[in-house]
Nanobody, 121 residues
Framework: QVQLVESGGGLVQPGGSLRLSCVASGNIFFIYAMGWYRQAPGKQRELVATITSDGSTNSADSVKGRFTISRDNAKNTVYLQMNSLKPEDTAVYYC???????????????WGQGTQVTVSS
């Protein structure tokens, strides 16, 4: 089994910054990609940014130039640096680990429990 634990959410004023972290632990041999998704009240969960094991990234147009995703493969950890935050960034942010291979070569996807980010004055 694999667990994802997020941290770093909170309340911040517009224009401020936050850094989210997500650590994956458990029976892990390899993780193909890790990423962040978010869900605002009354809306569907949407992609924020993803990063593969070789460092290739993908991000939503709404966060380009403001959010930066990075990853430490040795620590099975993914980060999301969020700058110039806007009220519309308010949401629960979920960490995802895509195609996690365990020691028995089984592959699954996993989600964290979510961390609240609120941007408000």
């Amino acid at each position: 089994q694999v667990q994802l634990v997020e941290s770093g959410g909170g309340l911040v004023q517009p224009g401020g910054s936050l850094r989210l972290s997500c650590v994956a632990s458990g029976n892990i041999f390899f993780i193909y990609a890790m990423g962040w998704y978010r869900q605002a009240p009354g809306k569907q969960r949407e992609l924020v940014a993803t990063i593969t094991s070789d460092g290739s990234t993908n991000s939503a147009d709404s966060v380009k130039g403001r959010f930066t995703i990075s990853r430490d493969n040795a620590k099975n950890t993914v980060y999301l640096q969020m700058n110039s935050l806007k009220p519309e960034d308010t949401a629960v942010y979920y960490c995802n680990a895509d195609r996690v291979r365990d020691a028995n070569y089984r592959t699954n996807d996993y989600w964290g429990q979510g961390t609240q980010v609120t941007v408000s004055s």
